[in-house]
């Protein structure tokens, strides 16, 4: 599995838009991208992945660069319940062995 | 649905006893997992379970057994608990290898004296 870089924490104002990167320089082509969050001490919360293009759905946008080396996950309006570790982890193609890294601590501030 | 559901929440026990966490999912998934996560670190995987019948190493896997005892559920094992399981222990479960995404439990503390 490739292993990827976060910042260790990051803060953003309510309503703003929080903006996650990752950088994952060695993933292979067949790959995926997963974002994840941990609130507090709960179990994970899987929120998005993608392989090449970029993806929404209702919690989050998912955008990958073309050369596929980094992505960034796109809250587009925090509040403070997105106040949580945010985790962006490469894998796939049948690996069962994902590699999580420490995560991006994301406080969302009032 | 309840989801994936952890049992006990919290354990203390004593150096050299031994225990069982319960982990059972009602999604249907082919797929479960157990991982352990220190404080300020990622998870990291113990064991997994492909399909029924079938369990296999994941990164730190010593000291530690597990059970598929059918689809629903899966068990994971500590013969002579030590103070380095100190952790909180997570069961996940996907389907195949997760490409949709894993539903995590609630975790279990566990403590070691």
């Known amino acids: 599995d490739a292993k990827t870089t976060q910042p260790p924490s990051m803060d953003c104002a309510e309503g703003r838009a929080a903006n996650l990167p990752c950088n994952h320089s060695?993933?292979?082509?067949?790959?995926?991208v997963y974002w994840y969050r941990q609130i507090h001490s709960q179990g994970p919360q899987y929120i998005i992945h993608?392989?090449?293009?970029?993806e929404t759905n209702e919690m989050a946008s998912l955008i990958i660069t073309e050369d596929r080396k980094s992505s960034t996950l796109i809250l587009p309006h925090a509040t403070l319940r997105d106040t949580a570790v945010y985790y962006c982890i490469a894998g796939g193609d049948s690996n069962y062995q994902l590699i999580w890294g420490a995560g991006t601590k994301l406080i969302i501030k009032p | 649905n309840a989801g994936v559901t952890q049992t006990p929440k919290f354990q203390v026990l004593k150096t050299g006893q031994s225990m069982t966490l319960q982990c059972a999912q009602d999604m249907n998934h082919n797929s479960m997992y157990w991982y352990r996560q220190d404080p300020g670190m990622g998870l990291r995987l113990i064991y997994y379970s492909a399909s029924e019948g079938t369990t296999d190493k994941g990164e730190v896997p010593n000291g530690y057994n597990v059970s598929r005892l059918n689809k629903r559920e899966f068990s994971l094992r500590l013969e002579s608990a030590a103070p380095s399981q100190t952790s909180v222990y997570f069961c996940?479960?996907?389907?195949?290898?997760?490409?949709?995404?894993?539903?995590f439990g609630s975790g279990t503390r566990l403590t070691v004296v």
């Open positions: 993608g392989l090449k293009n970029n």
């Open positions: 996940a479960s996907s389907e195949l290898y997760g490409y949709y995404g894993y539903t």
């Open positions: 060695t993933i292979s082509g067949n790959e995926y």
